[in-house]
């Protein structure tokens, strides 16, 4: 069948909307109509090269979609279904599978950083040649062939674009408070980087009842959509009072940058218990570790570039007991977290509605781009 999706042909892009061959599913497999698609970091990371993928790709893999076609062998899921997509398909019977933490699936890495399905070949072609998927999902396109592992069952009247979100941002960011550091009530919380993944974050911090948190981000709209997320706002200590301490506070501080002695000024002359780096910068997640306090956590939950490394001090690692944390897609365990946090929406708990700020067509895909760019989107959603 022809289908239209937004393919990057070189790094530089521009993002084209094109129209597509798509096979039926294989064995395994399922045929997704996709509607709705969030607008997240990481596909951009393919249009500047810090991600390095097969081209040409279908972008996406912040999805949401109905069940249109079962391939052979498929159960438990039918035909009409909502699902939510998960990017990180786990085989189950791995050994990090079996021990708690299919984020980190050895089995299925491989080929999904080929582009391809799980049998190594793709379902995208263009005049006979594969375009490759991004991240087994490439949902980026009307209608999508998934493995079936990647769709998680949503309830029957979930709003689609909130599934999409969870299968990305809110996964990764509410996931990286819950599961990845447990962050424990009444403990200070930085968040550096306030896109979709560190709102995500700040939502999670304040669903664990964190006391203050201090969002670092450069852009006006996304500090004042910290402060809307995990609100009241508690304005930064004023010039002339010094050593003050603001413990015992609870909302957000909204910071224009990462502020080593501000932040360490806010907690008490120690600085946070907990340090979220959300963008992926290797200067920013040094600098989150100057902002977490002696037995501090710093987790670093932003995807950095490809071959990128971080420079950290490991002698006050060790005589500062800090400890740095990775959290890879909120250490999830999609089949248990997507759920989760669809009731936690539905019960008031988790306000994800407000995530989402622009909604585009496919056809608006780079405008949807320049907006999450410029600080204009919080999150950008593609309906389809
Ligand atoms: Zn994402
Ligand atoms: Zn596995």
Redesign the pocket.
Known sequence: MKVRAAVLERVGGPIEVQELDLQVPQPGEVLVKVLAT?V????WHLVTGDTKHPLPVVLG??GAGKIEILGPGVTGLEFGDLVALN?APSCGVCFYCTHGRPALCAAYVGPIWQGTMLDGTTRFSRRGEPVYHYSALACFAEQVVVPAVCCVKMPPLFSPEIAAVIG??VT?GVGSVLNTAHVAPDSSVVVIGAG??GLSTVIGAKYARAGLIIVCDPLESRREAAVELGGPAVEPLPQTITGLSRSGLTGVVPLSKVDPDLIKRLTEGRGADYVFECVGTPALQELAFECARPGGTVVLSGLSPNGSSTNLPGSRIVREEKTVMGSYYGTADPARDFPRYAQLYHDGQLPLDKLVSHRYSLDQINDAYADMLSGKSTRGVIVF
């Open positions: 969030g997240c970091h990481s596909d893999h912040e990017w990305c941002a990764t979709g993944v």
